[in-house]
């Protein structure tokens, strides 16, 4: 399966843009950097970071370990790049990793709305019909008048969704455990179906700190979101027996 990195015009004002050798290595390290989390070793090598050594990149790479040394260590001064170093390896994690991922749904969507704008455009004023997906416009006299009506339906989400949503705003949820959770309550939130996955990630986001607040009192599931965060547990852990 081919993977794809998005990189955006910006690019050419990078600070380090002059520098063919910095552009080289940090390209490199975008390509190299896992898509989703890895076991290596016995450890995982999360999203968006890579198991490797300066040796292994300057022969990947045809540059010196010198320069790779003094290369990594700019990329690091800039926040682009985090490097955590051992006596075995080097694990190197890229800072905003999600920016220079292309989301496939999203794209998709975006070619098939710009497709049925056009075929619309294409037809005569008269002949155009409500859309049946995103807005219906209504005509009076065959004239437009703009008026517009968005319908929202719920789209189960991937678990790549879920990992980007969680990974963008820091969030320390599981995203297979959520995932796996609500597939197997058909996507309900107590006896009602989930209108907004994200709002429910984030929901789980605050159980998690309350109970990182405190740990170090033991406190039964107080409300429905709590008492579906421990039969989630529970599922997961028989999924992995």
Known sequence: MERWIKLNEKLLSWEWFDNS??????????LKANFKPKKWHGIIIERGS???????ISEETKVSERTIRTCLNRLISTNELTIKTTKQFTIITIS???????????????ND??????????RPMIDQQPTTTI?????KNNINIGKEEK??????????EIY?????????????????????????????KMKDWKASVRTWQKSDNSKNKNHDTENKPNNREDREREFAEHIVSKLGD
């Open 50 to 56: 890579f198991v490797t050594s300066r040796a292994k």
């Open 21 to 30: 050798e910095m552009v080289h290595l940090f390209i490199y390290c975008l």
């Open 113 to 122: 709305q710009v497709a049925d704008q056009q075929a619309t455009n294409d």
């Open 151 to 160: 319908r929202k339906v719920f789209q189960k989400p991937t678990i790549k």
């Open 164 to 192: 980007s949503f969680i990974h963008e705003n820091s969030y320390s949820v599981d995203a297979e455990k959520f995932f796996y959770f609500y597939e197997s309550n058909g996507w309900r939130v107590g006896k009602n």
């Open 96 to 110: 905003k990793y999600e920016s220079y991922q292309l989301n496939e749904s999203i794209t998709d969507q975006r």
């Open 135 to 139: 807005e219906r416009i209504e005509y």
